[in-house]
Each structure stands twice: as C-alpha cells, then as structure tokens.
C-alpha cells in the first residue's frame, strides 16, 4: 500500500516539474518574442531584432549581415538585454541616428577603445547607472522612453 503511495506521489511530482518547466520555456520565449518586437526598429527588420536579442542573451557571437557582434558581458538574462538596447537606442537617438546601420548599432553596443560601448562598459563592471552616466544619460529617463 505504502509503496503505491509512493509511486502515485512520484509520478504527480514529475508532472508537477514538468509542468513548471515547460511554463518557464514559454515565458522566456515570449520575453524574447516581445523584445524582439520592441527593437524591430532598431535592428532593421524583425529578423535582426530577433537575431539580436537571442545573440545578447546567449552571450555568444552572432552576425547580422556582415556585421559580427562579440558581445563582451556573456551571457544576459532578457531584462538586461532589454536596458541594453534601450540605451544604445537612447544614445543613438541623442546623435539623431533613428534608424541605425548595422555598424551604427555594433558602435552602440559595443564601441571601440576610444568610445566603449553600452556592453563594453557593463563588462567593466560598471552598474547601470555608471553605464548611463558615462554615455550622458540618466537610467531612469532611458528606462520612461522605453515603455
């Protein structure tokens, strides 16, 4: 009897987790979705955002176009790929770039020795209002425009 018990609770706990899991899959997902959507303007086309948002959080290199991204910060959870985006998009539209190149975009993010990059400069282990502050932006005005 007791062992029947076992079981049953076994397999409820399996389905449970399973459960969990596929629920979480879903919201990642859908996180990456609605960023994607978000940036469309920012990337070129729904396909760059997609490729974008998907590149910054897995961390790894990944190309759009001819362009080659090698993000410095790793990998990134969603809610930091959308803060840095937004204030790429903010420090381009301060330079009245609206609708970047690709390269234009790659300098945002990145950057180069003489003008380090959002991710550049979260990499050094700057916190995000340090990161904003280095560009001449205030986080949370970034953060207003973005929604």
Do not use: C
């Not at 609605?34 to 959080?57: C, D, F, M, P």
């Amino acid at each position: 009897m007791w062992q029947k018990r076992w079981i049953a609770t076994l397999v409820a706990l399996l389905i449970l987790v399973a459960g969990w899991i596929a629920g979480v899959q879903l919201a990642l997902a859908k996180d990456g979705d609605q960023l994607a959507a978000k940036y469309t303007r920012l990337a070129g086309s729904e396909a760059n955002a997609r490729i974008l948002v998907n590149g910054l959080s897995e961390g790894a290199a990944f190309s759009i176009g001819e362009v080659t991204f090698t993000p410095p910060t790793g990998k990134m959870d969603f809610e930091n790929v959308d803060l840095s985006l937004a204030l790429a998009d903010a420090k381009l539209k301060e330079q009245g770039i609206s609708q970047p190149t690709t390269a234009q975009l790659k300098g945002a993010l990145i950057g180069d020795a003489e003008h380090p990059g959002v991710l550049t400069l979260r990499a050094e282990g700057r916190g995000w209002r340090r990161v904003a502050q280095a560009m001449h932006l205030k986080v949370g005005d970034v953060v207003r425009a973005a929604h």
